[in-house]
Nanobody, 123 residues
Framework: QVQLVESGGGLVQAGGSLRLSCATS????????MGWFRQAPGKEREFVAF????????WYGDSVKGRFTISRDYDKNTVYLQMNSLKPEDTAVYYC????????????????WGQGTQVTVSS
């Protein structure tokens, strides 16, 4: 079993930055691919980024590429999402997720989820 706890959400103006954190416990962190997803009201859950346990590969959704950066601290068992140049369309609940797979952009392939943290970007 893996427990995930997100933090760092909030309200920010367009063009601003936020950093989300996701602390994990319960399973070997270095054998989990860590992902971020988001869900806006009335929309499906959307892939944002992942950081693979295999070789440190990262991947981003097209809508955030070049603005968001995912990183992980193996000493702290924590994954981060640095979000820059935020836009109103980035407003959503952001979820941290973990998967034993090496690579995945599919929410259904992540076995463990955090409770989510709200990010609101005002125009």
């Amino acid at each position: 079993q893996v427990q995930l706890v997100e933090s760092g959400g909030g309200l920010v103006q367009a063009g601003g930055s936020l950093r989300l954190s996701c602390a994990t416990s319960g399973r070997t962190f270095d054998r989990l691919t860590m992902g971020w997803f988001r869900q806006a009201p009335g929309k499906e859950r959307e892939f944002v980024a992942f950081f693979s346990w295999s070789g440190g590969a990262t991947w981003y959704g097209d809508s955030v590429k070049g603005r968001f950066t995912i990183s992980r601290d193996y000493d702290k068992n924590t994954v981060y999402l640095q979000m820059n140049s935020l836009k109103p369309e980035d407003t959503a609940v952001y979820y941290c997720a973990a998967s034993p797979r090496r690579f995945s952009v599919v929410a259904g392939e992540y076995d463990y989820w955090g409770q989510g943290t709200q990010v609101t970007v005002s125009s």
